[in-house]
C-alpha cells in the first residue's frame, strides 16, 4: 500500500464501528417495514458473527484491526444478516415437489456490505426459505485483518484454461490473483462448513460476482446455482478498444482517466483516498455519490442511512479493499478475466440432475449498467460451443464419457430502469429475476415486472432450428418453459451503458458523416 495520508483520524475505531452498526440496524428496520410486499408474521431477522479459520494465505493471522486487542486471534468471524421465512420452509418439508431452493447466499460488491441488499431481502425470502446476506472477510462488520498475503502457487486444469489466453499477466500476476481469491474463497467455506450447508444459491454483485465464480471452481459441489449479479472481471481487455475509448473523451476526461489509473496502480483504493481526506470532505463526497448515483431512492431518512453504511464501513481500515489491483487492471478489467473461466466449472450434481447437466449460471444486469452485459452473452455463447462440440466428438471409452462434466447452462437477464446498482434501482425487477434464476417464476404475484432474458444468436439459431415454427429473428421459447426469450440483437437496443455502446454510437456518427458528405457531393 502507497504510504499517503494527509489528515490523520481523530475518531476512534470503537465509534465508528458503533455508528457503522447503528446505520446498520437502521436499514434492517428498513428491510423489515418498508420494503415488504405483503404483511407477514412468519419471517424472521436475524444478525450473526461466524467463528471462521484465519485462511492460510494470511501471513499475518493474529491481528484483526478493529474487534480484538489481544496479540493472539484464534479465530475471525464473518458478520452477517439472516432471513427465514419459516411458512415456506414449513411447506418444502410438507410437498418435496415444491421445495425451497437451496438457501440463498448474497456477497456485496466491493466496498459495500451485507446490508445493500435491504431493499431485497424481504420479498426475496417469498422464494428462499433462508437467506444469508455476508459481509465478506475485510469489509462490514466482519473482521478485517491485514492484506499481506503468502503467495499461493497452486496449479490445476481450471487454472490452466483460464490463463492460457492471458497473455498481458506475468506468472507472477496470476499468483497474486490466486491468492487474494483464496482470502475470500477459504473464510467462505469455512463459514458455509460452520452452518452446514451442502448446497448454496449464491449470488455475488460486481466483485461479490467475481468471488462467487473463484469460489465455484473450487467447490462446485456445494453450489446449486450460480447468480452473477453485474459481475466484474468478465470479458477480456482490448487494448485497441480500451485506447480508443479514451482517446474519444475530452481532455479534462482523460486526464481524470489518467490520474485515477496511476492511483491504482500505486495502490491507492477509493477506501485509502476517502481516509486521506478532512472527514468533511470525505463524508461530502459518499453523500453525494449517494444521491447522483443513486436517484432511485428519494427519500432522505434512507439516503442519509445508506450513506453513513457507506461511510462507516470505508473509514474503517483498509482490508478486503486492497484486493482491487491484486484482482483487476486499471479499467475494472480481471487479470485473469471471467470468460475463460465459467466455462471450465464442474457441476457439483444437483439433486434434480445428478450431476448430468451443467451448473445453472445467471447473468443479471441494469438496463443502464456499465457492466458490459456481452460479457455473459459470450460466456454463453463459449458454453454452447463447447457443449455442441462435446456432443459430436466422439469417446473411445465409457470411463472418458463419465471423467467429462457437462459445461455451464448460462442465460442472461436484463433489469430494467436499474444501472450496476440494480438491486437498490430497482428492487422488484431484480427479485423478479432472482425468482426466474431459482426456478419460482410461477410464485411471482400476477402483474409484478419480470426481467427479460436473453441469448446469444447461436443459441438462438440452435433453439429455433428445433423448433417447427419458431421467429429465427428475434425470439424463441426457453428451454425451461413456454417463456419467450430476446435475442442478441434485442439486447443492444435494451442495454443502454455508455461503456459499451460508445463504440457503437461513434461508428453511427461516422456513418452519418460519410452519408452528409456523399450528399454533398
Not at 380 to 406: F, G, I, V, Y
Request: charged fraction near 25%; hydrophobic fraction near 35%.
Amino acid at each position: 500500500m502507497f504510504p499517503f495520508s494527509l489528515f490523520t483520524s481523530s475518531i476512534k475505531i470503537s465509534d465508528r464501528i458503533e455508528s457503522l452498526r447503528d446505520a446498520e440496524s437502521k436499514l434492517l428496520e428498513f428491510a423489515k417495514t418498508r420494503f415488504v410486499p405483503s404483511p407477514s408474521d412468519h419471517h424472521s431477522f436475524e444478525l450473526f458473527d461466524t467463528p471462521i479459520a484465519p485462511p492460510s494465505v494470511v501471513k499475518d493471522k493474529n491481528h484483526c484491526q478493529v474487534f480484538d486487542d489481544d496479540e493472539h486471534v484464534e479465530h475471525y468471524s464473518l458478520h452477517g444478516v439472516k432471513v427465514i421465512n419459516q411458512q415456506l420452509l414449513a411447506s418444502s418439508d410438507d410437498d418435496v415437489s415444491s421445495s425451497s431452493p437451496a438457501p440463498l447466499v448474497l456477497l456485496h460488491g466491493y466496498a459495500n456490505g451485507s446490508l445493500y441488499f435491504y431493499r431485497n431481502l424481504h420479498g426475496l425470502s417469498k422464494f428462499f426459505g433462508q437467506i444469508y446476506a455476508l459481509d465478506m472477510l475485510g469489509w462490514g462488520l466482519s473482521s478485517r485483518p491485514r492484506f499481506n498475503l503468502h503467495l499461493q502457487h497452486t496449479h490445476n486444469s481450471n487454472d490452466d484454461a483460464a490463463n492460457s489466453n492471458n497473455d498481458d499477466s506475468s506468472n507472477n500476476d496470476k499468483v497474486k490473483v490466486k491468492s487474494a481469491e483464496q482470502f475470500f474463497v477459504e473464510s467462505l467455506e469455512s463459514w458455509r462448513r460452520h452452518h452446514n450447508l451442502p448446497k448454496m444459491t449464491l449470488a455475488g454483485h460486481s466483485m461479490g460476482g467475481y468471488l462467487s465464480v473463484a469460489y465455484a471452481e473450487q467447490y462446485p459441489q456445494h453450489v446449486e446455482k450460480l447468480i452473477l449479479l453485474s459481475p466484474v472481471g468478465v470479458p477480456q481487455k482490448v487494448q485497441e478498444d480500451d485506447a480508443q475509448r479514451v482517446s474519444s473523451m475530452p481532455f479534462y476526461i482523460r486526464a481524470l482517466i489518467h490520474t485515477v489509473r496511476a492511483m491504482f496502480n500505486r495502490g491507492i483504493t477509493p477506501g485509502y483516498f476517502l481516509r486521506s481526506l478532512p472527514h468533511s470532505k470525505s463524508r461530502d463526497m459518499v453523500n453525494g455519490y449517494i444521491t447522483n448515483r443513486l436517484p432511485a431512492i428519494t427519500c432522505e431518512e434512507e439516503q442519509q442511512y445508506l450513506g453513513e453504511y457507506l461511510y462507516q464501513n470505508s473509514m474503517l481500515p483498509g482490508s478486503g479493499e486492497d484486493c482491487l489491483c491484486e484482482i483487476l487492471t486499471a479499467g475494472a478489467f480481471a487479470r485473469v478475466p471471467l470468460i475463460d473461466r465459467i466455462p471450465e466449472i464442474k457441476s457439483g450434481g444437483s439433486d434434480e440432475n445428478n450431476g448430468e447437466e451443467g451448473l445453472e449460471v445467471h447473468f443479471v444486469y441494469g438496463e443502464n449498467d456499465w457492466m458490459d452485459y456481452r460479457g455473459g452473452l459470450d460466456v454463453q455463447r463459449l458454453c454452447h460451443e463447447k457443449m455442441q462440440d462435446s456432443r459430436t466428438t466422439t469417446t473411445t471409452t465409457t470411463s472418458a464419457k463419465n471423467n467429462q462434466s457437462p459445461p455451464p447452462k448460462v442465460f442472461v437477464h436484463g433489469v430494467r430502469n436499474a444501472g450496476h446498482l440494480l438491486m437498490l434501482e430497482n428492487y422488484q425487477e431484480f427479485n423478479a429475476a432472482m425468482a426466474i434464476a431459482a426456478g419460482r417464476e410461477e410464485d411471482l404475484p400476477p402483474g409484478m415486472s419480470r426481467s427479460v432474458e436473453f441469448v446469444c444468436d447461436e443459441v438462438a439459431a440452435a433453439a429455433a432450428a428445433n423448433a417447427e415454427g419458431a421467429d429465427k429473428s428475434t425470439t424463441f421459447r426457453s428451454s425451461r418453459g413456454e417463456k419467450v426469450v430476446m435475442s442478441e440483437k434485442d439486447a443492444a437496443k435494451f442495454f443502454r451503458g455508455g461503456r459499451f455502446n460508445r463504440r457503437e454510437s461513434q461508428q453511427q456518427k461516422d456513418d452519418d458523416t460519410v452519408i452528409v458528405e456523399e450528399k454533398k457531393e
